[in-house]
């Protein structure tokens, strides 16, 4: 059974910077792009950053752009966002992704359907 296990969320002042992390068990995390979305209170849950299956493709969403980084880790078999100069926008629970198709490395790794697994959500909260 694929499980992912998200870790790192907590509170921070904006300006200030987190460290996501997410373990994968049940699957090895190498053949298989990653992703993480986030849900605030009230709205949809929205794609945040991906990564290929190699590690060498990412995209992100506009909002993060220049402030967030996603890697991957394929000894590990985990996956984190760093996450820097935090807005209060940016508080949401965060969720990871695993895609259900080996070695996908297309442009809907940025929508729900392209992943199979998800992690039940680390929250993070970001004070003005």
């Known amino acids: 059974q694929v499980q992912l296990k998200e870790s790192g969320g907590g509170l921070v002042q904006a300006g200030g910077s987190l460290r996501l992390s997410c373990a994968g068990s049940?699957?090895?995390?190498?053949?298989?792009?990653m992703g993480w979305f986030r849900q605030a209170p009230g709205k949809e849950r929205e794609f945040v950053a991906s990564?290929?299956?190699?590690?060498?493709?990412?995209y992100y969403a506009d909002s993060v752009k220049g402030r967030f980084t996603i890697s991957k880790d394929n000894l590990l078999n985990t996956v984190s966002l760093q996450m820097n100069t935090l807005k209060p926008d940016d508080a949401a629970i965060y969720y990871c992704?695993?895609?259900?198709?080996?070695?996908?490395?297309?442009?809907?790794?940025?929508?729900?359907?392209?992943?199979?697994?998800w992690g039940q959500g680390t929250q993070v909260t970001v004070s003005s």
């Open positions: 992704a695993s895609a259900g198709s080996a070695f996908y490395t297309g442009r809907l790794l940025s929508t729900q359907s392209a992943y199979a697994y």
């Open positions: 049940g699957r090895t995390l190498t053949n298989y792009a």
């Open positions: 990564i290929s299956w190699s590690g060498d493709t990412t």
